[in-house]
């Protein structure tokens, strides 16, 4: 499985931004993920979907702000970003098949990232 993840840019603070990750293979059994890297700083979870599409769990920093969702194939996953905040400026990455009982950790497969900036 190889995930490709687009949809980054500049925006302004406030501004919205919806990234995409395409599965070059069936991940629709798979919890999908994204996570973030800033600067500086250790990758950190942001938002999962389990297969089924209905369970979303949020990172708190994240939470009401950020919408995980998958399409109907669930070989798609989306990261809608609105109300973007400086802060949310990093690399974003997205993963599928978590392999243990913690969601936000242990994935199997990964994408190459995508920057998102978040000008002030």
């Known amino acids: 499985v190889q995930l490709q993840a687009s949809g980054g840019g500049l925006v302004q603070a406030g501004g919205s931004l919806r990234l995409s990750c395409s599965a070059s293979g069936r991940i629709g059994s798979y919890t999908v993920a994204w996570f973030r890297q800033a600067p500086g700083k250790e990758r950190e979870f942001v938002a999962a979907?389990?297969?089924?599409?209905?369970?979303?769990f949020y990172a708190d920093s994240v939470k009401g702000r950020f919408t995980i969702s998958r399409t109907s194939t669930k070989n798609t996953v989306y990261l809608q970003m609105n109300s973007l905040k400086p802060e949310d400026t990093a690399v974003y990455y997205c993963a599928a098949q978590n392999v243990g009982t913690d969601i936000s950790r242990g994935y199997g497969y990964w994408g190459q990232g995508t920057q998102v900036t978040v000008s002030s």
């Open positions: 979907s389990r297969s089924s599409g209905s369970n979303t």
